[in-house]
């Protein structure tokens, strides 16, 4: 589904990422793990087509992502608050999303009502701004937006940061029910190895913009990855 | 603690993104601000002989005192709209020992030595300096003098506790409007008698006392408001109003568009920048009236252009020239999304157009000044359409700021860079020389049907145009997207 070859990024003469060859195939749940300044949310960039990468190519189904636009069709994305639109509230948000994805409002509709125990009666209804709403709704409106549209690639950059237990809990079922048919590609990153480890069946490791480990999930994995990170 | 403070404005003016780039607007507001200290400088100066000049027999200290109730009414509505209330970033703060009665302190002391205290001194300073030397009363002046100080001083603190209140406006407005109508219809001498007020003033300069009770009043009071706000539940309380979310239902018959116009008119509608830029629309409508009235601009037929360019274009060059920057807070987001740059751009073309020919429409009553007027507002109309619109757009894609758009408007230069400068020119000054030209050569009506002619063209290539200013902004997709994620 998503091939990523030989990319690197440079700011000047510094390398913040420099990645060989990975290979998502369709329906994987892939996990990007890493410390700060490891180069994730520039590699999450570069898929998006927001940054250039300095060398290299991403294709995502057979689409070069930097050289067609067609690949925004089936991909959905949260990277952080700068996706929100501060002065909408909840449902006005969901529903110009819905207007570009292709969905009606009744589909609007229809589709956030699914998410209601995951908003907890705190985004929808609510007659607020999301621009005032707390870091962790945001992030909770931000992701539904991300799954809208039938996406067959989701891109989730932090998505358990600032989430409370229950809400890191259910997302986390969101997210297997996503990859259960293996239609859906789901790429997410995290610093909080459970979790990543929980919800994803293959996990990279990427240090300094290197990627250091790539193995699929076992029994073990966990323990392997405390390892690592415990020098 | 003090040098603390000041050491972080510095910083905080120095190493702001924004100050690397804005150095142009920078230059230019420090003109305009050498502008007005060199006037203020120069009526100081002279302008106790000028008056001694044109009224002979009367005492220009008693003329000057005559004046001063407009002069202060004048300000503080200035001051109402234009100066900014004290800010500093006194969250970080919050939790270091510090007292927060100093931080407090420190703002308001900060707020005494804003543009609009410093300026009027130089005219009060040199003014009272020709006094002394013309031989008047040394004490009565300086009484005179400090008077001035503590009373601009006062308005500056009084200006923080009206401001955002519209009845106070309306009470000064009201004082300024009814001063002139009681002066003008001889009923009463409002002006005169506060005048002779600061007569007394400097003659018993001892009074100068009242004032110092006075600033420290409204110093005390500005005090104790801002004491109770430093704390984050304040800092934040005022925000959450519950949103009054308006049917934008009738958009949808805009097809594709509909999802980005009613984003772009909630986005007018619910942040402070745009908000308080809506008043400008009411200005740049009455534009007219300055010139049309004016005997002087009778026989200067191109100030119709000017005029009819500006008054159904405000909208146009308001909003347009900080297109794509008002989407800048969220522009990867949009970058991610499912649909073609055409749709994005199309949508503001749409607004702008809309806005033309509805700001048109309301500016009918120019009739009043004559047929050829609304005739060449309406060619100005079609060249708003079909070329400015269009130029805009173009200029967009050089914008390089990001905009919050939770700031007021007024002097508020943020995402302005010299491009927007630059395009003021082709967009009042083209259609200005080239209908002037054909005016001097051909005749009025042939220049007018000229300007309509070159907007027809403009909307007949409106499709090649797009496609080329599309082209553009791919071009540009990366360097916006860099730009517009950095804090201005």
Do not use: H, S
């Given at each position: 589904m998503i091939t990523i070859d030989t990319i690197s990024k440079k700011y000047g003469k510094e390398v913040v990422l420099n990645v060989e060859k990975i290979e998502i195939p369709k329906g994987q749940s892939f996990g990007l793990v890493g410390n700060n300044g490891a180069g994730k949310t520039t590699l999450f960039n570069i898929l998006l087509d927001l940054i250039r990468p300095t060398t290299g190519l991403i294709t995502s189904n057979n689409i070069v992502v930097s050289e067609s636009e067609d690949w925004k069709n089936f991909t959905g994305s949260f990277i952080d608050e700068s996706f929100l639109i501060g002065y909408l509230t909840g449902e006005e948000y969901f529903e110009f999303i819905g207007d570009l994805r292709g969905m009606n409002k009744a589909d609007v509709t229809a589709f956030i009502a699914q998410f209601s125990d995951f908003f907890n009666d705190e985004?929808?209804?609510?007659?607020?701004?999301l621009r005032d709403l707390s870091k962790g709704n945001q992030k909770k409106a931000g992701i539904v937006a991300a799954l809208m549209?039938?996406?067959e690639v989701v891109i989730l950059d932090e998505p358990f940061a600032n989430l409370d237990p229950t809400t890191q809990i259910r997302l986390k079922q969101i997210i297997k029910n996503l990859t259960e048919n293996k239609e859906v590609t789901v790429l997410v990153s995290s610093h909080d190895l459970t979790h990543v480890t929980e919800v994803c069946e293959r996990i990279v490791v990427l240090d300094k913009g290197a990627v250091v480990k790539d193995i699929q999930r076992s029994e073990e994995t966990l323990k392997e990855l405390e390892s690592y990170f415990a020098l | 603690m003090i040098m603390h403070f000041l050491k972080l404005e510095w910083k905080q003016f120095f190493r702001s993104s924004h100050w690397q780039k804005g150095i142009a607007i920078k230059i230019l507001m420090a003109f305009f601000a050498l502008y007005f200290i060199v006037v203020f400088l120069g009526i100081g100066v002279g302008g106790y002989f000028i008056l001694k000049k044109q009224f002979p027999e009367q005492d220009p200290l008693v003329l000057v005192n005559s004046f001063l109730l407009y002069v202060f009414l004048g300000d503080l509505i200035f001051r109402y709209f234009m100066q900014k209330l004290p800010v500093m970033n006194i969250k970080p703060m919050l939790?270091?020992?510090?007292k927060k009665s100093k931080i407090v302190h420190f703002i308001l002391v900060k707020s005494s030595f804003s543009f609009f205290n410093i300026m009027s001194l130089f005219f009060y300073i040199p003014f009272a300096i020709v006094l002394i030397k013309q031989g008047y009363d040394f004490e009565g002046v300086f009484g005179w003098l400090f008077t001035m100080i503590l009373l601009v001083q006062s308005s500056n603190f009084l200006n923080f506790l009206i401001n955002k209140n519209a009845v106070a406006l309306g009470i000064l407005v009201a004082l300024i409007v009814g001063g002139y109508a009681v002066q003008y219809f001889q009923l009463f001498n409002l002006p005169g008698f506060v005048g002779t007020g600061f007569d007394f003033i400097y003659q018993n300069?001892?009074?100068?006392l009242t004032f110092v009770v006075i600033l420290a009043g409204l110093y005390a009071v500005n005090y104790k408001q801002l004491r109770n706000e430093v704390y984050l539940d304040a800092l934040v309380s005022e925000k959450t109003k519950e949103v009054i979310a308006s049917d934008l239902s009738f958009t949808d018959r805009l097809g594709d568009l509909a999802p980005f116009i009613k984003n772009d008119l909630r986005l007018m509608w619910r942040n402070k920048r745009t908000k308080s830029s809506i008043w400008m629309l009411a200005l740049g409508l009455g534009y007219g009236l300055i010139f049309y009235?004016?005997?002087?601009?009778?026989?200067?037929?191109?100030m119709c252009v000017l005029v009819g360019v500006f008054s159904t274009g405000t909208f146009l060059i308001n909003f347009g020239q900080f297109i794509p920057a008002w989407d800048s807070s969220y522009y990867n987001m949009l970058m991610s999304q499912n649909f073609k740059y055409e749709r994005y751009l199309k949508s503001k073309f749409t607004i702008m157009t809309i806005s033309v020919v509805l700001l048109f429409v309301l500016g009918i009553p120019y009739l009043y000044f004559g047929w050829d007027i609304l005739a060449v507002h309406f060619a100005a109309m079609i060249y708003n359409v079909g070329v400015n619109s269009h130029v805009i757009l173009f200029g967009g894609t050089f914008n390089r700021k990001k905009i919050n758009l939770e700031e007021k408007a007024?002097?508020?230069?943020?995402?302005?860079?010299?491009v927007q400068w630059l395009i003021g020119f082709p967009l009042m000054i083209l259609p200005m020389a080239i209908f002037g030209l054909i005016n001097w050569l051909v005749s009025f009506e042939i220049a007018t049907i000229t300007l309509g002619v070159l907007g027809f063209i403009g909307i007949a290539l409106h499709k090649k145009l797009m496609a080329a200013i599309i082209k553009k902004y791919i071009a540009n997709k990366y360097i916006m997207i860099n730009a517009f994620g950095k804090e201005a």
């Open positions: 985004i929808v209804g609510k007659k607020k701004y549209g039938n996406p | 939790t270091l020992p510090i300069p001892t009074t100068v009235t004016n005997p002087v601009y009778e026989d200067i037929e191109v007024a002097f508020n230069f943020q995402g302005t860079g010299a």
